[in-house]
């Protein structure tokens, strides 16, 4: 009994501020063991945090693990896939709530519109590019959350390398590099994400994005992603 009460404190002292998280993660497993037992790790922190799980809809790879993992430990999964990358992404059964969109814009704006926060296991070139535009979007002030990187076995480092460079060249504020908060396992990740808070300064205010979506709305235009988002 007195154990019990002992998980259950500990469970509670986990729970942070966010609800909600979107993984970016890779429909291929990869060739490396410690991808795999990161996504499950993962998963794993988000049941212990009672934080539900936003992600790219697929059931295979990295994408079939964490969402799994996540649903068998009871909290919501939300999946978001382009019905043109259904047949590719999903084998056999889907995993908790799937959500079918036109685009890849689509998939990204819905799925941010959802989450408290942003995190990237490893991936192709795919992970990489949702990584990079919810970046893009902190810096240009459209949202203000955490973006975090499981760095798995150094896997980012050249990422890494490449945003010290340039800072290094003059391309990247200083105050800007700090947007990505990187880790090697998911709870320090998780604790650097709950202390996060924005150094940048924002190119344009968050309202002035909120109105450009209103403006789009009425008049009709809705393919951009960006003038679209209101998170």
Known sequence: MEGA??????????????????????SRAGYRSTFSDAALELGKQLVQRKINLIYGGGSVGLMGLISQAVFNGGCHVLG???????????????????K??????????????????????????????ELLEMITW???GIHE?????????GYYN?????????????F??????????????????????????????????RQSWEVDQLDSATSGHTNDSKSNLLI
Not at 102 to 128: C, Q
Not at 145 to 153: Q, T
Not at 177 to 195: G, P, Q, Y
């Open 172 to 205: 990247i504020k200083d105050s800007a590099r700090h947007i990505v908060v990187s880790a090697d396992t998911a709870e320090e990740l998780f604790k650097k994400m709950e202390e996060y808070a924005p150094l940048h300064d924002k190119v344009a205010p």
């Open 138 to 140: 902190s810096q240009l």
């Open 5 to 26: 009460d002992e998980e259950t404190s500990v469970i509670s002292e986990k729970r942070g501020k966010f609800k909600r998280i979107c993984v970016f993660c890779g």
């Open 145 to 153: 959350k955490p973006v975090g990187l499981l760095n798995v076995d």
């Open 80 to 98: 978001v896939i382009p019905r043109a990358l259904m047949p590719h992404e999903i084998s056999g059964v889907t995993i908790g709530e799937l």
């Open 100 to 129: 079918t969109v036109g685009d890849m814009h689509e998939r990204k704006s819905e799925m941010a519109k959802h989450a408290d926060a942003f995190i990237a296991l490893p991936g192709g070139y795919g992970t990489v590019e």
């Open 158 to 170: 050249s990422l890494l390398a490449l945003f010290d460079k340039g800072v290094e060249e003059g």
